[in-house]
């Protein structure tokens, strides 16, 4: 849970250390086969605390981001279902992280920005990668470049979420919704998320060679079955 709510959950440098420990734990937690991210008391997290290392040179900025890339990256490639339950501000790097995970359930008073530009920076976080494949190239350029900030309504209109729940009940969905998630084989699980997540770069015809060995493996992983 991101929890900094004095500054709508931003991340800090601590911050990021504590996730990227909470990401290498996860995953290697055999017990473990959902990961929930949320925020504290209403907000989700509004993005980089700036004043806790992504600041100082050029220079200084990169090598403070190329760390965070690497966070992200494995929240990415995360071999286990990721679920974001966002109540309230996912903005900046905090949008990245939301969109970052498999299935965003929102709540009616969430808003979302990339907001990158309102503080002279470029989108950061994959969130040039992500938008355009959530939202289409026009309306990822327009989020972009005005730094607009949509309510849930919209980004469930666009593509955004998966869901959008009042939210007086967005826990209770949320805790529905990683039960369900759960409750997938770990094996059919991790196939199904490489096979979705290559889908972008693979040729229809590799793709269905992929989709063999990734039954193969969920075949044989099944209780009982012989491999």
Known sequence: MFDQPGKKNAIDAPGWEVLAKALVDFEADRAARVLVLTGAEGEFCSGADLGGGITGSAESVASKLREVGDIIARLHAMPKPTLAVVPGVAAGVGLSLALCCDVVVAADRARFGAIFARVGLTPDGGASWLLPRLVGAARAKELVLT?????ATEADRIGLVNRVVATKDLVTIGDDLAEQLAACSPVVAAESLALLDASWTRTFDEALA?????????????PGKDS
């Open 147 to 151: 730094g607009r900030v949509i309510d």
């Open 210 to 222: 992929a989709e063999v060995d990734a039954q193969q493996a969920a075949v044989a992983a099944r």
